[in-house]
């Protein structure tokens, strides 16, 4: 079965700091790849996606993942982070033309002002 | 669009009772999941379905049971709750599997058992 790593629980940054959330996968075949967010007492939303192509994508908010498929990671990243960035952030992987998402435990993001 | 809704958004069980989680969706989406969140595990896949009357068990089906018999419908019952249960659950559709395409999540329902 496949499984996703998110090896930072918690991480905490002043505003203005640079973000990077280590996320890695198990499964050996192709894969779609997804950050979620989930603000303070809201759902999850989506914050980008990767199904084939350019291995950097960008999404919402200014918020970047890299697809490197020899290392079978997906990171994200934001250069500069703002207080509203405070959130839980999910990777989650499936297999390509699947329809089960296999999450991470999820990292705590705290910005402070 | 309202997207997806749950409800309750909050819900205290005493052991041993019953209850069904309610969630609709108003995309038209065929698939439709149900999730629960624990601190620190990130969400486990209790149960799916691709389609009006077809429902699968997901990582985590035990001491639930799923109906799917209208499209925007998907609700979870618990027969006899468990402290174990205690959680926060998440209901999602997608279009449809496959590529291209994503789960949307609704608000969540925060279920204590005591």
């Known amino acids: 079965a496949q499984s996703v790593s998110q090896h930072n629980h918690h991480v905490i940054l002043s505003e203005a700091a640079s973000l990077e959330l280590g996320c890695n996968y198990s499964y050996g075949g192709t894969v779609n790849l997804f950050w979620y967010v989930q603000y303070p007492g809201q759902h999850l939303q989506l914050l980008l996606k990767y199904f084939s192509g350019d291995p950097l994508v960008k999404g919402i908010k200014g918020f970047e993942a890299e697809f490197i498929k020899s290392k079978f990671s997906f990171n994200l990243r934001k250069p500069s982070v703002q207080w509203s960035d405070t959130a839980e952030y999910f990777c989650a992987v499936r297999k390509a033309a699947g329809n089960k998402l296999t999450f991470g435990g999820g990292t705590r993001v705290l910005v402070k002002p | ?114």
């Open chain 2, 1 to 114: 669009n309202a997207g997806v809704t749950q409800t309750p958004k909050f819900r205290i069980l005493k052991i041993g009772q019953s209850m069904t989680l309610q969630c609709t969706q108003d995309m038209n989406h065929n698939y439709m999941y149900w999730y629960r969140q624990d601190p620190g595990m990130g969400l486990k896949l209790i149960y799916y379905s691709v389609g009006a009357g077809i429902t699968d068990k997901g990582e985590v089906p035990n001491g639930y049971n799923v109906s799917r018999s209208t499209t925007e419908d998907f609700p979870l019952r618990l027969e006899l709750a468990a402290p174990s249960q205690t959680s926060v659950y998440f209901c999602a559709s997608s279009r449809t599997s496959g590529t291209n395409n994503e789960q949307f999540f609704g608000p969540g329902t925060r279920l204590t058992v005591l």
